[in-house]
């Protein structure tokens, strides 16, 4: 049942947007121990890129905690880092802006870490 709201969920945000190969579509996935994130160029269906936190050449880049906000620990900060290296790869390719897709989960917890880790490392959203 879950699966199912979050598949229509998914497709209702789907409808609004599209990457091209300039401005690809930054697909996000995530499962209970890890989280995927996928540029997409959707006008020749072609997947651009893509970066795990299987990945075993993550920038371990740690995040500066902002004044008043916690520090990031364990899943959280992987999702920084997926972001954070999904940015550095996709600038080696002139890719500088992206189409934002949260795959429709929530805009919360691992999902706007990897956000913020995508921004941190040069995407304009």
Do not use: W
Request: glycine content about 10%.
């Amino acid at each position: 049942m879950i699966k199912d709201q979050l598949k229509r969920r998914h497709l209702r945000i789907r409808k609004h947007i599209m990457g091209i190969a300039e401005k690809p579509r930054l697909c996000v996935k995530r499962s209970n121990k890890n989280v995927y994130g996928v540029l997409v160029d959707d006008y020749k269906h072609k997947t651009i890129m893509t970066v795990s936190s299987l990945a075993k050449d993550l920038v371990k880049e740690e995040p500066q905690a902002e004044k008043g906000k916690a520090k990031m620990t364990g899943k959280t900060l992987t999702a920084y880092q997926v972001g954070y290296f999904i940015a550095q790869k996709a600038k080696t390719l002139g890719i500088n802006a992206v189409v934002f897709d949260r795959g429709g989960y929530r805009y919360h917890g691992r999902i706007k870490a990897l956000a913020d880790g995508a921004r941190k490392g040069g995407l304009k959203f």
